[in-house]
């Protein structure tokens, strides 16, 4: 039976305990029953008129997404889980599903509390509903994985158990979602079995989180390799010295990158590994050892093909992941890369793990994910981040010069077939809300323009944050239709499609759109005007400045404005 008692659920030791630091302000526990009970009746009203018996739950806020996610598990068959609320998501959920919380849709569940306390309405004695969520589509498309609540809590109390010593009357702070199974256990389960308040919000701001951290001390960050990656030393990081963890999941995290947390705030970062199928397996603290240290309880074990199999409280059976592994006689083991990245080209199969893994031991590379990428024929494409002397290749001798170096140094151990044919050098790997670095944010790099709506170019030239394209307005662009039939000209939207093209190099890695400044379209654009287009990047604004200049008369501009970015 997988009914879990209210009494089981919540560890907060009086009605005056604090729940959460919300806008709204603390939220006591006492609160929080009145609260839960609330939503959860007007709920169970809702599931009772419309029939349904799955929820999709998706919420930015964790204390809302609390009170929606127990109540739903006090009154639904199924709650589902997704990562994101974007209309291709709801729409993939159908009619049969009530969909709650912050929804694109006026048929979205969503209520307001009322400020007045009603006393015979009681919070659910009980939660039995499954809980429905999906992988993060690192290596595929998201598969939808079932648990239930009690799976869940075994995991929690076997990390509460781990660390005990230093974690007591603390404040949660993430900068990972609780849509994802990392951040659903440790920001939100963890502190409510532990009786610990947490922080409703998703810090976007690491100078934020610090300050919060020293604010609300004791406390512990939970975040993600690529969100600790992304530091910068002038930040109050002193302030840091009041968190007693930081929690990593989602991928590894470098050493370098540990060490550098540690310097700044002196806390070493603990690993946690593990995924949405199997939940947590093990753990390990890169300033004391490599190795992965599988949690209390849980079993690992090489099966066929040297793949990682494991077996846990908090699963019904064994679990072979696509894992390779290589175990110590004292139990803790290394990870030897993915088995399941094995892609196919012209008849030749080819692992991916295998080329990235190459390119990390290269002197200019820092990071770097392959993947593929289809154009007139399937190709391995390469996003990768470069060292220092990597830098300096690319700034005094250019693109071409670097990848034709890599590609020689990979056709040592690789086919032909197999290596890169298309190469992005970023910043930082882009990510998502959870730190995951996902096939479609790598995707987004490669976007290509399709060439019947590119202009004939001439040349190109990238250093650092800024671009120039020079390029002919040929007379044969099917955008030039109909602008006008007498003197066709370059449509303004098609301007600006070219700048953000053109300037895709320069931005931060997971950049998405966000708005335009400034556009001035001061000259028309016509076929055969020879052009160059000017662009520069601000890393610290994420703000993309072009200018559409004419090459033969310097004084004459087209056009002009400013992009601006936010991050995925």
């Known amino acids: 039976m997988n009914e879990v008692q209210f009494e089981q659920l919540f560890g907060y030791q009086s009605d005056q305990a604090i729940v959460s630091h919300t806008d709204r302000g603390k939220i006591s526990f006492v609160q929080f029953k009145y609260e839960l009970a609330f939503v959860a009746n007007e709920l169970k009203k809702t599931i009772v008129k419309t029939g349904v018996t799955k929820v999709a739950l998706f919420c930015e806020d964790s204390y809302e997404f609390s009170l929606l996610f127990f109540a739903a598990l006090s009154c639904t068959q199924s709650v ?67 648990k239930t609540l009690q799976q869940l809590l075994n995991e929690i109390i076997t990390h509460d158990k781990k660390w005990p010593s230093r974690i007591a009357n603390i404040t949660i702070l993430a900068t990972v979602s609780h849509q994802h199974i990392y951040g659903l256990l440790f920001k939100l389960l963890w502190p409510v079995v532990s009786g610990w ?19 609300w001390s004791p406390s512990v960050w939970i975040a993600s390799p690529a969100q600790l990656s992304r530091r910068i030393s002038s930040w109050p990081w002193e302030l840091g010295k009041s968190l007693t963890r930081i929690f990593s999941s989602g991928g590894p995290l470098q050493e370098s990158d540990a060490k550098a947390i540690y310097d700044l705030c002196g806390v070493e970062p603990i690993e946690v590994y593990g995924s949405t199928e199997t939940g947590g397996i093990a753990w390990r603290n890169q300033l004391r050892g490599k190795q992965w240290n599988p949690l209390e309880g849980v079993k690992v074990t090489e ?87 990597g830098n300096k290749i690319l700034e005094n ?159 004459i501009e087209y056009s002009s404005g400013r992009l601006c970015f936010g991050h995925v």
């Open 303 to 389: 099966a066929r093909g040297g793949l990682l199999q494991v077996f846990s409280p908090w699963l019904p059976r064994g679990f072979i992941c696509q894992d390779r592994v290589k175990i110590y006689e004292d139990g803790s083991f290394d990870l030897q890369g993915r088995a399941d990245r094995i892609v196919k080209l012209e008849e030749k199969r080819i692992s991916l793990t295998q080329i990235e893994s190459l390119l990390m031991k290269d002197s200019y590379i820092v990071t770097a994910h392959a993947l593929t990428v289809e154009r007139k024929r399937k190709a391995i494409a390469i996003v990768a981040t470069l060292t220092e002397s």
């Open 80 to 146: 589902v889980i997704p990562a994101n609320n974007k209309r291709f998501t709801q729409q993939s959920f159908g009619k049969e599903t009530l969909l709650l919380g912050d929804w694109a849709n006026k048929s979205a569940f969503s209520v307001d509390i009322p400020g007045e306390y009603e006393e015979d309405i009681l919070p659910p004695d009980y939660f039995t509903a499954e809980i429905q969520l999906f992988t993060s589509g690192t290596s595929g498309e998201p598969q939808i994985i079932v």
């Open 397 to 555: 001798k250019g693109k071409s010069f670097l990848v034709r170096q890599l590609r020689e140094s990979l056709s040592r151990d690789l086919d032909g077939v197999a290596l890169p044919r298309f190469w992005r050098f970023v910043n930082e790997i882009p990510t998502n809300t959870q730190g995951k670095i996902t096939r479609d944010l790598l995707m987004q790099l490669f976007d290509v323009m399709p060439a019947a709506m590119a202009p004939q170019i001439i040349s190109s030239e990238f250093i650092d944050s800024n671009g120039k394209v020079e390029f002919t307005v040929n007379s044969d662009l099917p955008c030039l239709t109909g602008h006008f039939d007498a003197s066709p000209v370059v449509p303004g939207v098609v301007q600006l499609d070219w700048a953000m093209h053109f300037g895709r190099p320069l931005l931060k890695a997971g950049s998405a759109f966000s708005h335009m400044e400034v556009i001035k379209f001061k000259q028309l654009m016509m076929p055969g005007d020879s052009v160059i287009l000017a662009l520069e990047f601000n890393q610290e604004k994420n703000r993309l400045t072009y200018s559409f200049r004419s090459v033969n008369d310097s004084g």
């Open 197 to 215: 308040p947490f922080v409703s919000k998703t810090y976007v701001d690491i100078v934020g989180l610090l300050k919060d951290a020293s604010k």
